[in-house]
């Protein structure tokens, strides 16, 4: 009797350990983290704006919907071909949300037109699908399909493996570019115009990533980043 209960025991345990869920990707091998969940150890911003309180970095005291470009939360080192993986949250409709994170901006004082801009946005779930939408890569690509959740953490992937730039939002693969494909000052392969001074195709593929303050408030967590180069 003894050993018919030790052999439904290991077998329970045998068939755990073979269904057991896999790891998230916020765990998965390789990945650092940016953020300890603490203090801005590894960051720099002229801003007090910019506080670490319960886990999260919250942009707090800001309610003016303006780009406060001088005021961005920064890494204090840069990167080249990475996979950046985190979570973000915007206060619920009807409030206004407006942020995004940068990638491989060479010019921390001007970083605008010298980055890449992932948006973050808060829109109804039915709004047009346009270049400035969540989860475009701004200004340059529209998002698939409109994948924001207002009022709840929102979970991006994003990767920078060369001259290309592939954006996961919750799930699902959203926008992809090719920047080699941008070899014109202020336009997009598809003819649409865009804000750059420069034809993408020669921006760095190394850079500063960053969390833009655009004067209303947002929050990050679980910031981890994997180095591909």
Known sequence: MLRSSVMKMLALLLFAIAFRPAAPALAQKGFVALFDGTDLK??????????????????????????????????????????????????????????????????????????????????????????????????????????????????????CNKAKITVNLNGMIVSEADLDRWTEVHK???????????PLKEFAHTGYIGLQDHGLPVWFRNIRIKQLD
Not at 111 to 134: C, F, M, W, Y
Not at 188 to 198: E, V
């Open 42 to 159: 590894g960051w720099k911003t002229t801003s007090n704006h910019w506080v670490a309180e319960n886990g999260v970095i919250a942009l707090k005291d800001r309610s003016d919907n303006e780009e406060h470009n001088d005021a961005y939360l920064w890494t204090e080192r840069q990167y080249g071909d990475f996979v950046l993986e985190l979570e973000y949250k915007t206060p619920p409709l009807p409030a206004d949300a407006n942020s995004g994170v940068f990638l491989r901006t060479t010019d921390t004082a001007d970083p605008v037109p010298t980055g890449i801009e992932i948006q973050i946005l808060n829109v109804k779930p039915d709004a047009p699908v346009v270049r400035n939408s969540p989860g475009a890569i701004y200004d340059l690509v529209a998002p698939s399909k409109i994948m924001h959740r207002p009022g709840q953490w929102n979970h991006y992937i994003i990767t």
């Open 188 to 198: 997009n392969p598809d003819g649409s115009k865009n804000k750059f001074p420069r």
